[in-house]
Nanobody, 117 residues
Framework: QVQLVESGGGLVQDGGSLTLSCAAS????????MGWYRQTPGKQRELVAS???????KYADSVKGRFTIARDNVQNTVSLQMNSLKPEDTAVYYC???????????WGQGTQVTVSS
């Protein structure tokens, strides 16, 4: 059974930084596209960043230059370094596995990130 466990969320001031981590167990992490989604109430979940097994990275335009995704295929972890945080980054962030067709599956439980102005 695949498990994705996020950590690192919290409350931070406008302009601050946070790092989210996701530990994966089960499945074949090293060959899986991993990503981070976020969701705010009343809005659809948004892909924030993804990273392929070979290190190909994509970012949402709203976070380019501020967020950095990375993975460790030995430790089976994926992280999201978030700098220059803005109030509009406030959301629940989910670690996900993403299919080769871009479809997210196997979601973590989510971690709350709140950026105060």
């Amino acid at each position: 059974q695949v498990q994705l466990v996020e950590s690192g969320g919290g409350l931070v001031q406008d302009g601050g930084s946070l790092t989210l981590s996701c530990a994966a167990s089960g499945g074949t992490f090293s060959i899986t596209i991993m990503g981070w989604y976020r969701q705010t109430p009343g809005k659809q979940r948004e892909l924030v960043a993804s990273i392929s097994s070979g290190g190909r990275i994509k970012y949402a335009d709203s976070v380019k230059g501020r967020f950095t995704i990375a993975r460790d295929n030995v430790q089976n972890t994926v992280s999201l370094q978030m700098n220059s945080l803005k109030p509009e980054d406030t959301a629940v962030y989910y670690c996900v596995k993403i299919s080769q067709f871009g479809t997210p599956y196997d979601w973590g439980q989510g971690t709350q990130v709140t950026v105060s102005s």
